[in-house]
């Protein structure tokens, strides 16, 4: 406080001085006490300073911050001013009968110069920072708890404010990022993190958790820092504040690549034990039906031993018969019964070819294997004057090697699949036959032109009896498979984008 000033100027300053909230101080250059204001006095008990600067710390109870040990006295601001330095914002712990629980101060000092610029002393000011202090303390408390919480997660956690910002994550969090220290993560957002797709998908979420305030669980795959790709359940909630505000996200992300890759196990195996049920199942259903079809053989086996034979000699009786009578009959004189022995010819044939069918199952036999010429076959097959000149013949056959079969047999399963692509084109059409190897098989492939098979009837096509035709007995194509699969090979009706399609698959060995 300069000495040239009035005594009503200086009377002003000290009222001023003293009606601050800040403890203040003034000390001559020799140390002695000179002004103390009304909050140095409650503040630190300041209201006397001993002769001896290097005992102040020890007669205030002067502290570092952390109020374990002394401030060394010759670091007191109010020392190193009277030394020519000013302090600034210097934080002190003090204790002493005066102030028992103690304060924290924050101090600033300064020398006092006359006009003539000698040293005259020295100020001191100090305000109170204890609240400040207790608050930052409860703080980091409440900082190294949640850390605590966090790190003490094994699973990815984090907290994000309203605009996003990372607030607090734990370690997982930081190692899954690529960050050494979780700090490294604080104030940054998803898009500095993560690829851009994968960012704006995670703000997403965030969002729309704010905006429902409902809990969002999902599961998804996810690439870490290093390229590692694992599985993560994830639950996201939002954060409300005191006053029912949301003020931001929390979330943990769980590692479930171990129970994802054991539901895929189950899964695997759920779907070998369907299948294995459903190839059961097939086969149990396939077993069946070759049982009730070599019921079926076996009735009409016995019906052709007992009844073909004695059927076969009236037949012949009745066609020899016919026969003399077209010899003595003129046409022109007897037109009608030259119709009648037509008929009566025609007949007798067609219960030939039915006896014969028969026939075919009472004899069911290994195949009498030689090499032998599909191709032959299927010509013979095509050949006589059986077939309408109304339907006409398309050939695709390649050249195929011979093949060890039963030319007798295989001949018959052929002639009754052309034979029946004919009789479905009454009205006439086109008949196409196709040979060619296939990988380890020769095709033989029948297609007409007539109406088509649908797929309900395609399904029972090959069950003995079973017929489309009004004079058939469905024999024709029964034998045929039963000739076919005797071999080793398949026959089936497919689809066709007109008429019916019947292909004949042999091995070549």
């Known amino acids: 406080m300069s000495a040239d000033r009035t005594p009503d100027e200086r009377k002003w300053a000290l009222h001023v001085l003293d009606s601050v909230g800040d403890g203040v101080l003034i000390v001559d250059q020799h140390a002695r006490l000179v002004y103390y204001n009304e909050a140095a006095v409650r503040l630190v008990g300041a209201d006397r300073l001993?002769?001896?600067?290097?005992?102040?710390?020890?007669?205030?109870?002067?502290?570092?911050?952390?109020?374990?040990?002394?401030?060394?006295?010759?670091?007191?601001?109010?020392?190193?001013?009277?030394?020519?330095v000013a302090s600034n914002d210097v934080e002190l712990f003090v204790r002493n009968a005066r102030v028992p629980d103690g304060i924290h101060i924050r101090v600033s000092a300064g020398p006092l110069h006359d006009a003539a610029g000698r040293l005259r002393g020295a100020h001191c000011f100090f305000r109170d920072i204890t609240q400040r202090r207790l608050q930052e303390r409860r703080l980091a408390a409440g900082e190294r708890q949640k850390r605590a919480i966090l790190d003490n997660i094994p699973d990815i956690a984090?907290?994000?404010?309203?605009?996003?910002?990372?607030?607090?994550?734990?370690?997982?969090?930081?190692?899954?990022?690529?960050k050494a220290l979780p700090e490294e993560v604080i104030g940054l957002t998803d898009l500095d993190l993560w690829p851009r797709e994968l960012a704006e998908r995670y703000r997403g979420d965030d969002a729309e958790v704010m905006r429902s305030?409902?809990?969002?669980?999902?599961?998804?795959?996810?690439?870490?820092?290093?390229?590692?790709?694992?599985?993560?359940?994830?639950?996201?909630?939002?954060?409300?504040?005191?006053?029912?505000?949301?003020?931001?996200?929390?979330?943990?992300?769980r590692d479930?690549?171990?129970?994802?890759?054991?539901?895929?196990?189950?899964?695997?195996?759920?779907?070998?034990?369907?299948?294995?049920?459903?190839?059961?199942?097939?086969?149990?259903?396939?077993?069946?039906?070759?049982?009730?079809?070599?019921?079926?053989?076996a009735v009409l086996g016995q019906l052709a031993g007992g009844v073909a034979h004695q059927i076969r000699n009236p037949l012949a009786a009745i066609m020899n018969a016919a026969y003399v009578l077209k010899r003595h009959l003129a046409p022109v004189e007897h037109p009608d019964v030259e119709d009648a022995i037509r008929i009566i010819h025609d007949e007798v044939r067609h219960s030939n070819?039915?006896?014969?069918?028969?026939?075919?199952?009472?004899?069911v036999r290994t195949p009498d294997r030689h090499p032998a010429s599909i191709v032959e076959l299927v010509e013979r097959a095509l050949s006589g004057e059986w077939i309408p000149s109304s339907v006409k013949i398309e050939r695709a056959i390649d050249a195929v090697p011979p093949l060890e079969i039963d030319a007798d047999q295989m001949h018959g399963a052929i002639f009754n699949v052309v034979r029946n692509a004919v009789e479905a084109m009454p009205d006439g059409g086109t008949l196409h036959v196709e040979v060619r190897t296939g990988g380890d098989h020769v095709l033989v492939a029948v297609t007409d032109s007539g109406p088509g098979i649908s797929a309900q009837v395609r399904d029972r096509l090959f069950e003995p009896l079973h017929s489309t035709k009004p004079m058939g007995i469905g024999l024709g194509l029964v034998t045929a498979r039963t000739f076919v699969e005797a071999h080793g090979g398949r026959i089936a009706c497919v689809e066709a984008p007109r008429g019916a399609r019947f292909e004949i698959r042999l091995p070549l060995a």
Request: glycine share 8%; aromatic share 8%; proline share 5%.
């Open 158 to 178: 984090w907290l994000k404010d309203r605009a996003g910002r990372f607030l607090a994550v734990n370690q997982p969090f930081a190692e899954a990022a690529g």
């Open 353 to 363: 070819v039915i006896i014969t069918g028969l026939l075919d199952y009472a004899r």
């Open 50 to 84: 001993g002769e001896d600067p290097s005992r102040w710390n020890v007669e205030y109870g002067v502290y570092y911050p952390d109020e374990g040990l002394l401030f060394p006295a010759e670091e007191l601001p109010i020392v190193r001013a009277l030394a020519g």
């Open 213 to 253: 305030r409902q809990r969002k669980r999902l599961e998804e795959p996810f690439v870490d820092a290093r390229g590692r790709t694992y599985w993560i359940e994830t639950i996201k909630q939002s954060i409300v504040g005191p006053e029912d505000e949301v003020i931001g996200t929390t979330g943990i992300a």
């Open 256 to 297: 479930i690549t171990e129970r994802k890759q054991v539901e895929e196990s189950l899964r695997v195996s759920r779907d070998e034990l369907e299948r294995r049920v459903a190839d059961r199942t097939a086969a149990l259903a396939e077993a069946q039906e070759s049982l009730v079809r070599k019921e079926r053989l």
